[in-house]
């Protein structure tokens, strides 16, 4: 066990039984041209987090525990993808229509990989999902229970919707979480501030938050 500064009190972090989580960190949500650029946003607080997460990743790959990557993505006949996803606002580019990195959220396609930054490596666990949350419609939990998890540290893209809601799904299948600060991302600075203080609230409700200096430390110790 070692004990990470965190808030709203000390995570008790357990190696042995922790594995490092990373929500779509895709060109389809950080990079322009993508599915996030089409629904209005400016791209630029995902970058600006890519080289944090670069860092922490790295530091864990040094660990040799487990790494899940997940990416939003769909199926190319988009059978996978409800018809209220699909028909949901008015963005620029549907779900399926081809951008300029290919089509938007389909699996495969160049803008639904993860960012070249943070490329995978072959061992490391890739999750594909169909939702915002990780867990819904996916191997995840079966992949966690398998290797005995039971914290996750996450890290990730947009705070406060694919983040949030694979918090809110481990943390009713009994995972304790470490959302780390600034290696999570919104196109809305005031929802990322939100979600990290509604994680936190209640003594820790669903989960703490840390930086990223502070668990650096700690697994590198
Ligand atoms: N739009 C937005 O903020 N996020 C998503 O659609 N997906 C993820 O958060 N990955």
Redesign the pocket.
């Known amino acids: 066990m070692m004990r990470v500064h965190a808030q709203p009190f000390p995570f008790e972090l357990d190696l042995e039984r922790a594995a490092l989580l990373i929500?779509?960190m895709?060109r389809d949500?950080v990079e322009p041209g993508g599915?996030?650029e089409s629904?209005g946003?400016q791209v630029e607080p995902l970058q600006s987090i890519v080289p944090t997460v670069k860092k922490v990743l790295e530091a864990w790959r040094l660990t040799e525990k487990l790494v899940v990557h997940?990416r939003?993505s769909h199926l190319p006949d988009l059978s996978d993808c409800p018809e209220a996803k699909l028909l949901r606002g008015n963005p620029s580019l549907r779900i399926g229509d081809l951008g300029p990195m290919g089509r938007i959220l389909i699996r495969d396609e160049p803008g639904n990989q993860i960012v070249p930054e943070l490329t995978p490596l072959q061992h490391e666990v890739v999750i594909d999902k169909p939702g915002?949350g990780a867990f819904y419609g996916t191997a995840l939990h079966e992949i966690l229970k398998q290797n005995h998890i039971r914290q996750l540290v996450v890290m990730?893209?947009?705070?406060?919707?694919?983040?949030q809601?694979t918090l809110r799904e481990a943390n009713d299948r009994g995972f304790d979480c470490l959302l780390v600060e600034d290696a999570t991302a919104?196109?809305?600075p005031e929802f990322k501030a939100a979600t990290l203080a509604m994680v936190t609230a209640q003594a820790a409700i669903v989960g703490w938050t840390c930086t990223s200096q502070v668990l650096i430390q700690a697994i590198s110790s």
Request: aromatic share 18%.
């Open positions: 929500i779509d895709q949500f599915f996030g629904l946003n997940t939003e915002k990730g893209v947009t705070t406060e919707v694919c983040v809601s919104s196109y809305f």
